[in-house]
């Protein structure tokens, strides 16, 4: 790579978006180099799943997505499909499951996807520079030339595929956006996402019950999600309530259904059912109990027999829709990803390239495009990255 002519494309960023870019373009003869300051690429595949990386999801369609115009994904999304990643996998020998909810991961390791993705970028003959930070990107005469590493490498083709700022002790970082800006895209406001919530000193009672775990609907505004909650020393998590942060807005209460298989006026027809029953033992049996504990406190209400039936409908009208006002997230530090980033009204939807700025293409999370907890947000970086090689072969015959 010491001739820079010889350069089609340069991409910025080593995690599953640019390494699919990579892989695509190199493999339809693009001559690659792929750039990122960390010593390593793949670092966010790497901790996904717990380690076994949730790689996709069979339910991966635009209306799982979070961005400024909801149709932009279903072009990049409806040309490269879970299946033909699964088909990939499938094709690299490595073994797979499904979970809950259309979940896909391996049965052995995350670094069998990176090990993956690292052979597709060696069959097209992919080079890299890693560990070594970009110091400067300038434009003119339609090419990009990107000092990394103590030298200048240009091409006529740039992506931008280092991420957003979620997990900063990865190396996270919002340089995607400035040097987006810098080209004259707008950024939407990124917010940390798939993030727990915190609770005010109001709440403590709550806060208290860290550790307890239970299935529940939780809603913010429009959205409404039916998974395990999970109570912290700090608030709430598990995955509806992070799926549910998505869709928060500061300042916005949060409902939580904790009975959501509950009929109506069933707290009624237990009363009947068990006249001597106290609504403690009532919910014991139907929650944890250190959260049934603090339900009834809350609730007030003791003996059924002796609550009159309006007062058991609102105790149930409560457990249906409990209300939280969460303070605050915990931040990018602990937020799987970012809600925000580049604009898509700047970017082709078919190829990730910038409308005004040909040759500069914008992929993955550094885009305003956010899945929903559960590989949506992998089959995005499949999906965009994948787009954006496709386009950067294709210019090569222009």
């Known amino acids: 790579m010491n001739e820079t002519a010889e350069l089609d494309a340069i991409i910025l960023g080593g995690g599953a978006a640019g390494l699919m870019c990579a892989a695509v373009a190199g493999q339809r003869g693009a001559r690659v180099l792929l750039v990122d300051h960390a010593p390593e690429v793949g670092r966010k595949i790497l901790i996904s799943g717990g380690g076994r990386c949730n790689f996709t999801n069979v339910g991966a369609a635009a209306d799982r997505y979070l961005s400024g115009n909801p149709h932009f994904a279903k072009s990049a999304l409806g040309r490269y499909r879970p299946q033909d ?3 990939l996998v499938d094709r690299h020998g490595i073994a797979w499951h499904e979970k809950t909810l259309g979940q896909l991961f391996c049965d052995g390791s995350a670094r069998q996807i990176v090990a993956l993705l690292l052979d597709e970028c060696a069959a097209g003959g992919v080079a890299f520079a890693l560990g070594q930070p970009v110091t400067d990107v300038t434009h003119a005469d339609g090419r990009f030339r990107v000092a990394v590493g103590g030298r200048e490498v240009a091409a006529p083709a740039l992506v931008l ?9 990865l190396g996270a970082s919002d340089f995607a956006y400035g040097l987006a800006r810098r080209f004259g895209l707008k950024i939407v406001q990124p917010r940390p996402a798939l ?7 109001g709440e403590a009672l709550f806060r208290e019950l860290s550790g307890v775990a239970t299935e529940v609907v939780a809603r913010a505004g429009k959205a409404a999600f039916r998974e ?3 109570f912290t020393h700090r608030g709430l998590s598990g995955p509806a309530i992070l799926q549910m942060s998505s869709y928060w807005q500061p300042g ?9 298989d509950a009929a109506p006026g069933w707290l009624a ?8 029953a106290a609504l403690r033992g009532v919910l014991a049996g139907l929650l944890p109990q ?10 007030g209400v003791g003996e059924l027999h002796a609550a009159k039936d309006a007062a058991l409908a609102e105790a149930e009208r409560r457990l249906r829709d409990w ?12 937020a799987e990803v970012t809600v925000g980033g580049i604009a898509t009204d700047g970017l082709s939807q078919r190829t990730m390239e910038a409308k005004r700025v040909p040759g500069l293409y914008c992929i993955g999370e550094a885009v305003d495009v956010t899945g929903w907890l559960g590989g949506y947000n992998f089959q995005w970086a499949w999906a965009s990255g994948f787009a954006a090689g496709e386009a950067i072969a294709a210019r090569m015959g222009e």
């Open 85 to 87: 990643f699964i088909d």
């Open 161 to 169: 595929a280092t991420g957003g700022p979620s997990i900063p002790k």
């Open 195 to 201: 993030v727990p919530l915190t609770l005010p000193a």
């Open 228 to 230: 395990a909650a999970l």
């Open 252 to 260: 916005e209460a949060i409902g939580v259904d904790f009975l959501p």
């Open 269 to 276: 027809a237990a009363k009947r059912e068990r006249p001597k």
């Open 290 to 299: 250190r959260l049934a504990d603090v339900l009834t406190e809350r609730l």
């Open 323 to 334: 209300t939280f006002r969460p303070n605050g997230t915990e931040g990018f530090a602990k």
